[in-house]
């Protein structure tokens, strides 16, 4: 989309389901999503299903805008460490806005209690890209177990985005002891 | 309560939020609430000022059961890092039932996106006094920094339990080796 474009009624849901489910929770109605779009429900349901297949669309579009904000540029010359340290900076530099409610797609598998909700499975497939990245550069970086490392990262990014977001640990002087010491447990020097 | 008397509608208020709240989310409605306890909705009100009010009661009554099943005993004669592992081979063992969905009290604290309600205000009360312990523990093992350890282990606690509640992962072969490296970091043998 230019500047030039005006946005489109599916856009702007898209939008307004991204925003409120992140600040007020799945449960938003369709009511007030169809409000904060300026768009009618007639309108909605022509353009989606349902709310839960708006809500799964709308993470889904958020999905590459989420990886920019957290994953290093492919060959930017920072080592395997370094670039896995970079991930939890970011999430250190985010969680300090006041708006962060900790990672969206952890919150809504959270919130649905529903593996097989569309949006669920969305967030899933989305949770388990970071997953690989850690991976690859687990693997990269030498990891004596990589497969181990990807899931003790992926479990300190939860933890410590789910505990930023809700006001019970800043992640200063946290994040970053945590990730080195599992790193140097796993010989990712 | 002793097994002959009957549970109060106080009792099945709390019982039913509990569980309600647990497995479908805080959005649970007063209907489904009251229709779960077998309790009108006058009785109800009489009983608890808002909904709000009862699930905050109901997280409340649940604090000691739930210390309960993580805590080891006080002076059982585990070291302290034997102590420290106990609550986490008590979170792998409870995340292997069908019914888990993680930590009820973070669940609680990320749907509700709302640090000053009641019931928030209680989870993040509960949650506290695990992070005690773990400080408690961390200075008696003799932690090189027993503030940073502890927080260390909340942080590795909230996100084992939300992954393993959502099904991103088994806690199996991933929560041992974590804790593990993060006490041999801090020194504590």
Same mark, same amino acid.
């Given at each position: 989309m230019? &500047?030039?474009?005006?946005?489109?009624?599916?856009?702007?849901?898209? *939008? %307004?389901?991204? &925003?409120?489910?992140?600040?007020?929770?799945?449960?938003?109605?369709? *009511? %007030?999503l169809c409000k904060a779009a300026g768009v009618s429900k007639r309108s909605m349901y022509q353009l989606f299903e349902s709310k839960d297949d708006l809500l799964a669309a709308s993470l889904e579009r958020q999905a590459e805008s989420y990886a920019a904000s957290l994953l290093p540029a492919t060959g930017d010359g920072r080592s395997p460490r370094e670039r896995i340290l970079y991930v939890f900076e970011q999430v250190e530099s985010q969680s300090g806005r006041p708006e962060f409610r900790g990672c969206p797609y952890l919150a809504v598998q959270i919130e649905l209690k529903d593996r097989d909700h569309p949006a669920s499975r969305v967030a899933h497939r989305i949770k388990s890209s970071l997953t690989a990245f850690f991976r690859t550069e687990a693997e990269q970086g030498g990891a004596s177990d990589p497969d181990l490392l990807a899931r003790q990262l992926s479990l300190v990014f939860d933890g410590a985005s789910a505990r930023a977001g809700i006001g019970a640990d800043r992640l200063t002087g946290l994040v970053e002891p945590t990730v080195g010491s599992l790193l140097d447990a796993a010989g990712v020097r």
């Open positions: 230019t &500047t030039q474009e005006k946005p489109t009624s599916r856009d702007r849901l898209l *939008e %307004a389901a991204a &925003t409120l489910a992140y600040r007020e929770g799945v449960g938003i109605g369709v *009511e %007030a």
